[in-house]
């Protein structure tokens, strides 16, 4: 369950709205290719590994200082295109092309000293060479226009384009092509149609 300071940035509703992200801390790794493809998948069961391995210390006999219990936050990626796609004009988005930086936030009392050491112990005890890939950050979103995308998610374009008009009528513009997706749910068990996505994008006011 999200609790209740952080509700405001992972339970927006079905219309654009302006959001102020303060710093948080994540599980990171990088990739490229189709979300459908298996190079796509491995790199989300390294960022599950990662934060169920933080939350379960105490069942190993370590309780970090400020550690109380919680649920693991949902899946996130920011995305962009590979240079080479960038280059190109086409009315279907090749999946193949697109460049992605997945993620799950931490709780505030996970340290670099402890996501390291984690790391390690996970690495060690999965015996992956792929998290050495992984990397615990502080990202800052800042002012971002958000809304919640229901339904597949090649129907997005839609959402993304009542954003772009939200920005339009409030004086914003929006500061790069990325943007983020926050997974809500599960959907390799969740019918397309069903499916729950937070969609968000940098923006600063228009001169």
Request: net charge neutral; aromatic share 10%; glycine share 6%.
């Given at each position: ?39 796509f998948a491995e790199r989300v069961a390294v960022l599950y590994a990662l934060s169920y391995g ?154």
């Amino acid at each position: 369950m999200i609790k209740q300071k952080d509700k405001p940035f992972y339970s927006p509703g079905t219309k654009p709205e302006l959001i102020t992200i303060p710093p948080m801390n994540f599980f990171t790794i990088k990739g490229e290719g189709n979300p459908n493809s298996e190079v796509f998948a491995e790199r989300v069961a390294v960022l599950y590994a990662l934060s169920y391995g933080i939350k379960m210390l105490p069942k190993k006999g370590i309780t970090p200082e400020g550690y109380e219990p919680y649920s693991v936050y949902p899946l996130e990626g920011v995305w962009d295109l590979n240079d080479e796609a960038k280059l190109k004009s086409f009315e279907h988005l090749d999946k193949d092309s697109l460049v992605f930086n997945l993620m799950i936030r931490q709780p505030d009392f996970v340290t670099k000293e402890l996501a390291t050491q984690v790391i390690g112990l996970t690495k060690q005890k999965k015996g992956d060479a792929l998290f050495d890939q992984a990397r615990f950050e502080s990202l800052t979103e800042g002012l971002c226009v958000q809304m919640l995308h229901k339904g597949p998610y090649d129907d997005e374009p839609a959402s993304f384009e009542r954003m772009e008009a939200f920005c339009e009528e409030n004086g914003l513009i929006r500061e790069s092509k990325l943007h983020r997706e926050i997974y809500l749910g599960d959907p390799r068990k969740t019918a397309p149609e069903k499916l729950r996505t937070i969609l968000r994008f940098k923006v600063k006011p228009a001169k």
